[in-house]
C-alpha cells in the first residue's frame, strides 16, 4: 500500500514507465491530501521541512506519513515524515509529492532533486505516472 492505494496498478515499461492509478485526494490552498500521505507544498526550494509541524499535520489529518515539496519552476526538494518511525527523510525522487506539486502547481513534468524526470497527467482522480525507472527494491 502506497500514498493510500489499495487497488493493483496498471504500468507499460519501455525507455520510461508508465503506471496509471487512482487516487482520491483533496486540495486545500497548499495542502494535498491523499488516502495514504499528505503534503505541504511551498514554492521556495530554500524551504525547510519541520519535523514538528509534518507530525502535527499526520495527527490532525489521521495519516501515516506527510511530506513537505518545496518547489521552484518545475524542480522539487521533498521530504516525507513517517509516524511510525517518528522519522523526517529527504527524498531524491518522490512519485506521490510530484502528484501533489503538479496539483498545486498545474507543472506536468516534475524534476525530482536527482535530476531525472517525473511526468503527471491527470484525469478526475486517475494519474498517470511516467519515470525512468533503474532498480526496483
Known sequence: RASGVTSVVRYTNGDKTTIAVRLPYTCKENLVLFEGIGYVCVEDTGGVALKE????HARVH???????????????KPSVYVVATDSLCEETACGSGSIA???ISGVTEVVQPTGEMI???????LFWIEAKVVQIV
Not at 53 to 56: C, F, M, N, Q
Request: charged share 20%; hydrophobic share 40%.
Open 53 to 56: 509541524t509534518l507530525a502535527s
Open 119 to 125: 511526468g503527471v497527467r491527470r484525469e478526475g482522480e
Open 62 to 76: 489521521g495519516l501515516p506519513a506527510f511530506g513537505f515539496i518545496a518547489y521552484e519552476g518545475s524542480r522539487i
Open 101 to 103: 506539486m503538479s496539483l
